[in-house]
C-alpha cells in the first residue's frame, strides 16, 4: 500500500514562494533615464524673391516702406521678419464633406487670423485632409493678408488724442455679413460677439460698438468682412 509523501523545502522537494511582479528582483526599482524632449527646430527663411532678399539683407526696415511702394508680398516671412510680435490664433475649424465617385471625401477647413495687438491684422483660410496641414496653409495666407489699421479716437463722448478705438465710422461687407464698427469712448470696451472682439482685440482696438447683419456664424464671410471693415480706415481716411 502505497503512501502519498510531501515534499518540504530543503528536503529535496520544489518550494515555491509568494509571486514577484514587476522585473527584476523583488524590491528592485528599475530606473530609467527620461528621454529627452525633442524641441520643434524652427526652419530657416530663404528668401526667393527680390522684395525678400532686400529685406533680409536690411535694407528694407519696416512694412510701411513696402506698402507706400505697392510692392507685392508673396512670402510669410517677409511678414516674419518685419512684424515679430505677430500672434497667430485659429478662428474656426470645420469639416467639408462630398460624394465622389471613389466615395464620401473629407477635408478639413482652417481659418486663422493673426495680429499684434497695435494696429495689423490678417486672416486665412487653408484646406487639407489634415487639420495640421490645414491650419498652418491657413497661417502662411493669413501672414500674406497683413494690413494696417488706422487707429484713433472718432468718439465725441471722448475727443482725446490717445489710439483706442478707429477715427470714424466704417462699414465692411464679407459674403452676406455686413458689419458695421462706430468709435467708442475710452472705457467702454468693445461690444461684440465671442470671435468678432477677439478679432478686434488682435487688430489692436479697445473701445468700439459694432453692429453685424447676415448670416453672422458663418465665419469665412464675418472674417472677411472684419477685415473688410478695418481696411476702409485707410481707403476712406
Given at each position: ?100 465617385t471613389n466615395g464620401q471625401s473629407t477635408r478639413f477647413k482652417a481659418i486663422v487670423a493673426t495680429g499684434n495687438e497695435n494696429g495689423y491684422l ?110 476702409q480706415t485707410f481707403s476712406q481716411g
Open positions: 500500500m502505497s503512501q502519498s509523501t510531501q515534499s518540504k523545502p530543503g528536503q529535496g522537494g520544489r518550494s515555491r514562494g509568494p509571486p514577484v511582479y514587476g522585473r527584476g528582483p523583488a524590491g528592485a526599482t528599475s530606473e530609467r533615464p527620461k528621454r529627452a524632449r525633442r524641441e520643434p527646430e524652427e526652419e530657416v527663411w530663404v528668401p526667393k524673391t527680390i522684395l525678400g532678399q532686400k529685406v533680409a539683407s536690411g535694407e528694407i526696415t519696416s512694412i510701411e516702406e513696402i506698402l507706400e511702394s505697392g510692392l507685392r508680398i508673396q512670402e510669410s516671412g517677409i511678414i516674419k521678419k518685419l512684424l515679430p510680435d505677430l500672434k497667430s490664433e485659429v478662428v474656426d475649424v470645420g469639416i467639408i464633406q462630398r460624394m465622389t490678417g486672416i486665412g483660410q487653408g484646406k487639407s485632409k489634415q487639420m495640421r496641414i490645414a491650419i498652418e496653409k491657413a497661417t502662411s495666407q493669413a501672414l500674406l493678408n497683413v494690413s494696417p489699421i488706422k487707429m484713433g479716437c472718432g468718439s465725441w463722448e471722448c475727443r482725446c488724442d490717445q489710439k483706442h478705438s478707429v477715427p470714424f465710422k466704417v462699414k465692411g461687407k464679407g459674403g452676406s455679413v455686413t458689419i458695421e464698427i462706430i468709435p467708442g469712448p475710452r472705457g467702454l470696451g468693445l461690444v461684440a460677439g465671442g470671435k468678432v472682439k477677439r478679432l478686434l482685440e488682435l487688430a489692436g482696438l479697445k473701445d468700439a460698438w459694432t453692429t453685424a447683419k447676415g448670416s453672422t456664424p458663418t465665419m469665412n464671410s464675418t472674417s472677411k468682412a472684419v477685415l473688410n471693415c478695418l481696411r
